[in-house]
């Protein structure tokens, strides 16, 4: 629920063949905007934990390499440079989720959404 909507989350984990994390105190779900089949949507996806929020300039991003990641290039949208010289994946969140997965994960929130109002009630 943010700010009132129900917004669908999805492990980003398993998107990418991992097994699901234990949830943890330091669990988060980071609130993204997807385009998908032309209709933005929000959703959410759980992340392991967040160590830190960062702004790149776009002098700080560089082209996918070709080579070397263990990450499906479809899913990459650039490497960035982050001050300490070390790089950050940057995904294309537009190509991690299928229509399909997220109106499926929509379809579970609101079921879910419901099953807490009625019990609330």
Known sequence: NLRGNVVPVIDLRMQFGLESAEVTVDTC???I???I???STVLGSLADSVQEVIDLRPDQ???VPTLGTRVNNIFI?????NNDGSFI???NMDNVFSAEQIHE???TSAEQSKTA?????
């Not at 109002?117 to 009630?121: I, L, P, S």
């Open 29 to 31: 779900i980071i609130i």
């Open 33 to 35: 905007e997807v385009n």
């Open 37 to 39: 089949d032309g209709q």
């Open 61 to 63: 991003l560089e082209p």
């Open 77 to 81: 949208q650039a490497m960035g440079k």
């Open 89 to 91: 994946i940057i995904l």
């Open 105 to 107: 994960a929509e379809k």
């Open 117 to 121: 109002d009625t019990e609330a009630a």
